[in-house]
């Protein structure tokens, strides 16, 4: 027999709380992020590349934020993983967006505020720490990461059919 989900879930309030603070509405603002949905436990969000185009990103954010959300490039349009075609290049894009790792790995951006970078990485919590997720960051700390790794980086546009 299924147990009911809890009334109240500490993990989504959090969340649900950082995303309504000043510091992710101020990104909002600013052009460099939005909200697309929140389906527990997957937020969507797209974050602003160099070349103004968004990249949509899945995160997975249980126990949050215990736990570093594990995200991966999202296809906005098609809701499914984004094709590794389309993935960001350009500026330091290619350094977090690694055909030769990411896609083995969930397509988990190699980020040190990743939940999968940091399994995969168990070292870079000590030795990236300014970089690093901890449970004292918020969803604002992992967009700031990737907006700043974008700021270069231009999207493929999907062909039309």
């Known amino acids: 027999m299924a147990m009911p989900e809890p009334v ?13 603070s000043a510091e992710f509405e101020s990104g909002v603002e600013a052009g460099l992020w939005r909200l697309v949905s929140l389906d ?6 797209a974050v602003t590349a160099g070349d103004g ?11 949050y934020p215990g736990t570093a959300p594990a995200g991966q490039p999202w296809d906005l349009e098609n809701a499914e993983p984004l094709q590794i075609s389309r993935w960001p290049t350009g500026g330091s894009s290619a350094q977090i967006f690694r055909p030769d790792w990411s896609p083995s790995n969930g397509n988990a951006p190699y980020l040190a505020c990743d939940r999968i970078g940091l399994a995969t990485h168990p070292n870079w919590a000590n030795d990236n720490a300014n970089r690093a997720w901890n449970s004292g960051r918020t969803i604002v700390f992992y967009l700031r990461q990737l907006h700043h790794e974008l700021r270069a980086a231009h999207l493929t546009q999907q062909e039309p059919a």
Do not use: K, T, Y
């Open 8 to 20: 109240f879930n500490p993990a989504r309030h959090r969340l649900e709380h950082d995303l309504s």
């Open 40 to 45: 527990w436990p997957h937020l969507i969000a």
């Open 53 to 63: 185009q968004e990249l949509g990103m899945r995160f997975d954010v249980e126990n």
